[in-house]
């Protein structure tokens, strides 16, 4: 409802892409990204998370400032505009930066060109940052460059393509300065080409480019500027369905309207207010919108420091304390450093652009990041209610506990005051976060303390923490006792154990990181400590000693910079024809696409007429029998058409793939939480949302409910059938070994956060049951089939089409049918067609991950390090339906040995079932478990016996003629080439020393290095699995129209198929089209998985295009001169068939469990993997400094693509490894649910030296064109970051005399490094008393 008495609502007026906007019926709740792709049909700007997290989402914003008469452009995410907030601005989106119908933008360009899209779901959002980034500064700096891509992520690509794309717009060298081995890339591009094999290392060519031309850019609408100079501004009204929007222009309506409505929100950025009421159900039927009201956009520099007006974004005051920074004498400036150092990582640029200051001070955020050290600072907040104004310390809005705010409800922050430095004073802050950009805090700090003149008595001094409790606290007590104290060791000591003391964390309950965030509190003031102590030197070295030089580093944060790397393939014999394309690194077929926005994903298709939007209703018990179903309140919802239940399912509403049942909708019970219960159906996605929220289901719990592998045991929970591989005479060679380890570890799950959510769209066709299907999936066979058999129709009726996916990574199977089938039961239902796209917080709580999983072993070794015996017990979780889980399981035994002759192996697989939602296949199925377990005892082994890890790796590789532990025959040779290659290419022994050297010279902060090989088994087991086929058209008119059964995900499966085409039918590639993979075209395809697809399809691609040429050859034999067009005229003539399928009937592999033998596989891939990583012990932070990895493909039919695959998938792994984590409350509900929560990699990630080798004059002769199928292999490898970061925390325990073995877990995250660096920190957790003279020690 509308507050009474007040205006008419406006007309909004804006302008997108340099079209005029007037909306007279702007919704407040409606946010820019719906309004672009709903009603403006710009779906070029993408949904990846609707949060703020992912940046899929990026637009540019220019606003005119007539004051200052500047254009201002930022990039900003338009999930989080409310388009209310954009009157008078102008945005620009993808569509309008450039186009394949009008003019490509060089951003556009240079990213398609340099490989820089995969599946191409993140790619506008991409390009709309760089794009942003150039409108403000046509020749950035690499560092502003990296900046500006931290608030994108991209789940495909591991960012360097992305990143070799925009150093070509950066004026720097792009030398990689790598000097380890004493020479940089140049120089070994160089050696390179000396040698025999001729390689290249340019994937692209920056011939090519248009140059970047300024003057070419839409220009800012003059109506606007026109607009903002000569109408008056007035207060802007808008009133939607439920929300009004109040925008003020003076400061006293401003505080009219508070006092009117003292619970409405101000919202400047929307960052606070608009994920509350999206994720939150917060609910504000006025919002006010004070960015317009002067005051509160002041900038005032004053004699004792700056003030801010709330409204300024953060990105504006990140650029005036810079400036003032640089012209205040430093003295002053202390304060300002500290601010700007959160500031450089808080959020990403998106966000800072719009967050505001007051808005991120009065959110009272525990995650603030600014609040503690603004606090800390003696900041004043200038507050201003309806007639009366005051001040008050920032700090006394955290003064006296939790729930006190002593700001009033009618009261807003007009601006902020943040005070020069004084003589003696000293600000610092500090974080530490899951990933060091676009993170949320797990605890940050803000630091003061004033000393007596020339003195290092303590006069006063401040400590705040956040991330603690629920908001911002301050350590009063502590500061007080320790006023009047030297700095030394002593206070530094009683600090830390006062600090404990005083602030009182909430218990552990939740599963939260509390010893952690206890050991950060006292880890940042010792480093505070340090700092100041430094500090103190440089101010009298005559009395104050500093620090020790191995100390110092620690002082030093981890920076994100540009990476340098080089990518290395073998280039194609001179004598290959010119037009012939396999083996040169093509562009993506859809990269240029991907970055105009044009490339059509499933929700970017046109709305279908009386389309409906479906939202599931899901279960919040994990195990639960089902009372009743309440959907009286949903169905009363606005535009609720209908509500979808298992009654409504006209035949399968279960799916038998082995005894237990995939279910669509739960009928009875429930059994994990994310269970589809119900659907319903409305004429928005928002009603539809809205009224799912309204269903009441009453449920009576079940028993028991397992949620962890530990209770499954306990349960004896398991799906069947238990697997078991056994070769030669274990227990014996127990017997005879020489030392005997026992050991286990846990490694989590992964989401595979695809960018695309999970999408469908069911459209009925009218007649005959027929219904088109189109489906973001790997396998649109099964959808198909599952669809079919829910509607009891037969297959032939039910088409599914698909264009491309935005990412699967193994997500996009099962679980996809099932949802597929919900959206075919309504539309049936409906006889409407019905669209269904799954917001990312549901797209993860119902998808299921990889499986998490637990190995216990028994290793027996022999002094030389051989190994002669390994007993293991794998547990996975396999969630509550089987899906593929078995299969896992199987592949992670088959898989296990990686590169390694074991003679005597005993291993188990079990799949425990839980009350988890059920888990799937995930690039690398298994083996990324079983690979690193077996790693972890190698390295165990190596400890043990005192060799070096790579030592053991190489006496137990598989040698000449050995057989797997299933009696498959392998060559190591490439394996052996591999690993040399690696160890010469990263000069591995000479920086194993380099290492050393460092930390010899650095105390709290070390460095490891590890080498890792891989072995990885291509084949899907059996060999219907991996039969393939294709279609190819020849129109009269010459062109090709090619189908096959391989579904396009980002893989670049199109782009070779192409390539495959083109060399058959010896015709350019732009002859060649692609339209869509369907059930029409290629019934029954297997799935798009296990790296397969090239080598499957292009099997039969081939075939079809030898059929052709085989009809077509006495033609060109009549006429050799002929073109190929005279052909095709010809052979229509004569008719001759200008249509031919193509078949692959797959390999011949077999596995036989009870015997434990077998050919499961058909060749063998091979790498390795050589990663270098600093930690700093005092946080646990790291930073992956170099990653070098050479690889076998055989011969690549496209290096870009396979390089991009190997990248990708390597990056996939060191989130595996490191960051990811999955985190379920004690009842089973999945808590992390978006990138907020769920870190995966992003650009601050990726190794700051990468280089990818292909394995040069390698071999396959089992497919096609004797590549290798590169999808997954290079996930595993991630895990050479993980074994790096092992050596890494040897390194310290060695040095500190920690001599107890000790056991990490994957994710290897900072809070275990941190811990596994034990030191007199983390010892005052455990013993606050006996740890404190072993503080003493370590101080300086
Ligand atoms: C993806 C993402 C990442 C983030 N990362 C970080 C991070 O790393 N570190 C960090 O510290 N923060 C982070 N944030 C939080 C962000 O900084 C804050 O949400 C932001 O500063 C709030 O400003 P806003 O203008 O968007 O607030 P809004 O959402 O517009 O408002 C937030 C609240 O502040 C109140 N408010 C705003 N201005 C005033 C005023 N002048 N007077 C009184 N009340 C006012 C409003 O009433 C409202 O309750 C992140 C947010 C997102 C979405
Ligand atoms: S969709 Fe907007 S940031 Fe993810
Ligand atoms: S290309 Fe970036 S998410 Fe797929």
Known sequence: MAPQGEAAAEELVFYVNGRKIIEKNADPEEMLLSYLRKRLRLTGTKYGCGGGGCGACTVMISTYEPASKKIRHYSANACLLPICSLYGAAVTTVEGVGSTKTRIHPVQERLAKCHGSQCGFCTPGMVMSIYTLLRNHPEPTSEQMIAAL??????????????????????????????????????????????????????????????????????????????????????????????????????????????????????????????????????????????????????????????????????????????????????????????????????????????????????????????????????????????????????????????????????????????????????????????????????????RVLFEEGTDIIKDLSIFYGGAVSTTVCAKQTCCTLIGRHWNEQMLDEACRLVLKEIALPGSASGEKIDYKKTLMVSFFYRFFLEISQSLKAMDPCHFPGIPMEYRSVLEDFETRMPHSIQIYQDVEPSQSPQDPVGRPIMHQSGIKHTTGEAVYIDDLPSVDGELFLAVVTSSRAHAKIVSIDTSEALKGPGVFDIITAHDI???????????????????????????????????????????????????????????????????????????????????????????????????????????????????????????????????????????????????????????????????????????????????????????????GDDMLITGSRHPFIAKYKVGFMNDGRIRAVDAKYYLNGGCTPEESVLVAEVSLLKMDNVYKIPNLRCWAYVCKTNLPSNTAFRGFGFPQSGLVTETWITEVADKTGLPPEKIREINMYKKNEQTHFKQKLDPQNLIRCWNECMEKSAYYSRKIAVSEFNKQNYWKKRGVAIVPMKYPFGMGTRHLSQAAALVHIYTDGSVLLTHGGIEMGQGIHTKMIQVASRELNIPMSRIHFCETSTTTVPNACPSVGSAGTDVNGMAVKDACQTLLKRLQPIINENPKGTWNDWIKEAFEQSVSLSATGYFRGYNEYMDWEKGEGQPFTYFLYGAACSEVEINCLTGDHKNLRTDIVMDVGCSINPAVDIGQIEGAFVQGIGLYTMEELKYSPEGVLCTRGPDQYKIPAVCDIPEQFSVSLLSSSQNPYAIYASKGIGEAGLFLGCSVFFALRDAVTRVRNERGLKKPFALNSPLTAEQIRASCADAFTELMANNEAASTALQATSV
């Open 650 to 840: 006209p035949a399968a509403n279960e799916f038998y793939y082995s005894d237990e049942p995939e279910i669509i909708f739960a009928r009875n019970k429930v059994i994990c939480v994310g269970q589809i219960v119900c659907a319903v159906v409305a004429d928005s996605d928002v009603h539809a949302k809205q009224a799912a929220a309204k269903v009441k289901i009453e449920y009576e719990m079940l028993e028991p409910v397992i949620l962890t592998i530990e209770e499954a045991i306990k349960h004896n929970s398991f799906f069947e059938p238990k697997r078991k591989l056994e070769q030669g005479n274990v227990d014996q060679a127990f017997e005879t070994v020489d030392n005997i380890i026992e050991g286990e570890i846990c490694i989590g799950g992964q989401k595979h956060f695809y960018m695309e959510t999970q999408s469908v769209l069911a459209v009925p066709k009218g007649e005959d049951k027929e219904m088109d299907i189109y489906v973001s999936t790997q396998h649109p066979a099964i959808i198909q089939e599952m669809v079919a058999a829910s509607l009891g129709v037969p297959a032939n009726r039910i088409m599914c089409h698909v264009k491309r996916v935005g990412g699967a990574f193994g997500g996009k199977l099962l679980r996809t049918g099932l949802l597929a089938s919900v959206a075919a039961v309504a539309a049936n239902k409906t006889s409407r067609a019905v669209r269904l796209i799954l917001s990312r």
């Open 150 to 447: 931290a608030g994108n992520l991209c789940r495909c690509t591991g960012y360097r393509p992305i990143l070799d794309a925009c150093k070509t717009f950066c004026k720097e060298s792009v030398c990689c300065q790598m000097k380890a081995n004493g020479k940089c890339c140049l120089d070994q591009e160089e050696d390179l080409f000396d040698k025999e094999e001729k390689v290249s290392t340019s994937l692209f060519s920056t011939d090519e480019f248009q140059p970047l031309d300024p003057t070419q850019e839409l220009i800012f609408p003059p109506e606007l500027m026109r607009m903002a100079e000569n109408q008056p501004k007035r207060t802007l009204l808008f009133h939607g369905e439920r929300v009004t929007w109040i925008s003020p222009v003076s400061l006293d309506e401003l505080l009219a309207l508070k006092a009117a409505h003292p619970k409405a929100p101000l919202v400047v950025g929307n960052t606070g207010v608009g994920p509350e009421m999206k994720f939150r159900g917060v609910f504000h039927p006025v919002l006010i919108a004070p960015a317009r009201i002067p005051d509160l956009n002041v900038v005032k520099c004053t004699d004792d420091g700056l003030t801010l007006g709330a409204a300024c974004s953060l990105s504006l005051v990140k650029d005036i304390l810079t400036n003032a920074i640089s012209e205040l004498p430093e003295e002053k400036t202390k304060v300002f450093c500290a601010v700007l150092q959160q500031l450089r990582t808080l959020g990403g640029e998106q966000i800072r652009n719009v967050a505001s200051l007051g808005g991120n001070i009065i959110s009272r955020k525990s995650t603030s990041d600014l609040n503690p050290v603004l606090a800390a600072s003696n900041c004043v907040l200038n507050l201003a209610s309806r007639g009366r104004k005051r001040q008050i310390p920032l700090s006394d809005i955290f003064a006296h506990g939790v729930s006190n705010n002593t700001i009033t409800p009618e009261e807003v922050l007009v601006s902020v005051h943040i005070p020069h430095s004084r003589k003696g004073e000293y600000v610092s802050a500090f974080r530490q976060a899951p990933r060091r950009e676009n993170a949320l805090p797990i605890t940050n700090a803000g630091m």
